[in-house]
């Protein structure tokens, strides 16, 4: 063979080698033999608190317990989340997802109140959905823009947000479910204003109470969180997203652990223990999603 055509096999070969994700990711069986199940959290709204506990935290904790293994909570953060799971970094690049450099596995699985995004569904496995969501607009409540006039319809609704987000300053957070080429914010005129990679998703609002925007991109359940924080300080303009899902993330070569946690959220969602870890953390959010959380809603 030509040393050129050596040349390119390797060549070829190594490139094949670099779109595969790197292994460690650990099973069911790993996780058993090992005595321990390590839950990757990224503090966010009352799914992580950050101080311990939170609403995905005792949901875990729970799904340990079943395992019959020790709980471990290993905190991350956006930018380093996926490597921490799979052992390869990623972020979005269009509607695909781009992966990065390799790192060492740091957890098992990932509950933060994830939003289970196409692009993401490419570097991890999805659960079943664990909790309802979508994005809104929220504003501050000196500004004019106001809130929009339900229609009865989500496609109409969020025409109308976006229809008067021409030259509004709107916050934004990339690789995220607040990144705002995810629901073409682009061509609604609006200042987007993206923030640092450090920037944790709760710290959206009081950036905007700091007057660094008017507005800014949040989800459902932080918005939930936020109103009950800062009463009277902001307001919901309205909606940018059609309804999303949460859910906890797994590698894809933990097939084993993603299926019993499956069996175990289907268990706890009948008995209605779920449903009562919710209360605890969002009470009102059953006033917004009572179809998502009703027991016989389970399957």
Same mark, same amino acid.
């Given at each position: 063979?030509?040393?050129?055509?050596?040349?390119?096999?390797? /060549?070829?070969?190594?490139?094949? +080698?670099?779109?595969?994700?790197?292994?460690?990711?650990?099973?069911?069986?790993?996780?058993?033999?090992?005595?321990?199940?390590?839950? /990757?959290?990224?503090?966010? #709204?009352?799914? %992580? @608190?950050?101080?311990?506990?939170?609403? $995905?935290?005792?949901?875990?904790?729970?799904?340990?317990?079943?395992?019959?293994?020790?709980?471990? /909570? +290993?905190?991350?953060?956006?930018?380093?989340?996926?490597?921490?799971? @799979?052992?390869?970094?990623?972020?979005?690049?269009? =509607?695909? #997802?781009?992966?990065?450099?390799?790192?060492?596995?740091?957890? $098992?699985?990932? !509950?933060?109140?994830?939003?289970?995004?196409?692009?993401?569904?490419?570097?991890? *496995?999805?659960?079943?959905?664990?909790?309802?969501?979508?994005?809104?607009?929220?504003?501050?409540?000196?500004?004019?823009?106001?809130?929009?006039?339900?229609?009865?319809?989500? #496609?109409?609704?969020?025409?109308?947000?976006?229809?008067?987000?021409?030259?509004?300053?709107?916050?934004?957070?990339?690789?995220?479910? /607040?990144?705002?080429?995810?629901?073409?914010?682009?061509?609604?005129? !609006? $200042?987007?204003?993206?923030?640092? =990679?450090?920037?944790?998703?709760?710290?959206?609002?009081?950036?905007?109470?700091?007057?660094? !925007?008017?507005?800014?991109?949040? *989800?459902?359940?932080?918005?939930?969180?936020?109103?009950?924080?800062?009463?009277?300080?902001?307001?919901?303009?309205?909606?940018?997203?059609?309804?999303?899902?949460?859910?906890?993330?797994?590698? &894809? $070569?933990?097939?084993?652990?993603? #299926?019993?946690?499956?069996?175990?959220?289907?268990?706890?969602?009948?008995?209605?223990?779920?449903?009562?870890?919710? &209360? =605890? %953390?969002?009470?009102?959010?059953?006033? %917004?999603?009572?179809?998502?959380?009703?027991?016989? *809603?389970?399957?």
């Amino acid at each position: 063979m030509r040393k050129t055509n050596i040349i390119n096999l390797l /060549l070829m070969l190594f490139g094949i +080698v670099l779109l595969v994700p790197a292994g460690n990711a650990r099973d069911l069986q790993d996780i058993r033999k090992e005595g321990v199940l390590r839950h /990757l959290a990224i503090p966010y #709204a009352n799914f %992580y @608190t950050g101080r311990g506990d939170g609403l $995905d935290v005792e949901l875990i904790q729970g799904f340990a317990r079943e395992l019959g293994v020790r709980y471990e /909570l +290993v905190e991350t953060d956006w930018q380093h989340v996926f490597g921490d799971l @799979t052992g390869r970094h990623a972020k979005r690049n269009g =509607k695909n #997802a781009q992966l990065l450099g390799t790192t060492p596995v740091r957890g $098992d699985l990932v !509950a933060n109140g994830m939003t289970m995004l196409a692009w993401r569904s490419q570097v991890v *496995d999805f659960s079943d959905p664990t909790f309802p969501s979508g994005v809104w607009l929220v504003a501050r409540a000196d500004s004019d823009l106001s809130p929009i006039t339900p229609a009865n319809d989500l #496609a109409e609704d969020i025409r109308q947000v976006k229809a008067a987000l021409a030259g509004r300053t709107v916050l934004a957070l990339l690789n995220t479910c /607040l990144d705002p080429g995810l629901y073409q914010m682009e061509a609604t005129g !609006a $200042d987007i204003r993206l923030q640092p =990679k450090g920037r944790k998703l709760n710290e959206m609002v009081p950036a905007i109470l700091n007057k660094d !925007a008017e507005s800014t991109l949040l *989800d459902v359940p932080d918005a939930l969180i936020a109103m009950e924080r800062w009463p009277g300080q902001i307001k919901v303009v309205g909606p940018v997203s059609g309804q999303q899902r949460m859910a906890v993330a797994f590698a &894809k $070569d933990s097939p084993e652990l993603r #299926a019993a946690f499956n069996v175990y959220l289907q268990r706890i969602r009948r008995d209605g223990t779920y449903n009562q870890l919710v &209360k =605890k %953390y969002y009470p009102g959010v059953f006033r %917004y999603f009572p179809g998502f959380f009703a027991q016989t *809603d389970v399957h």
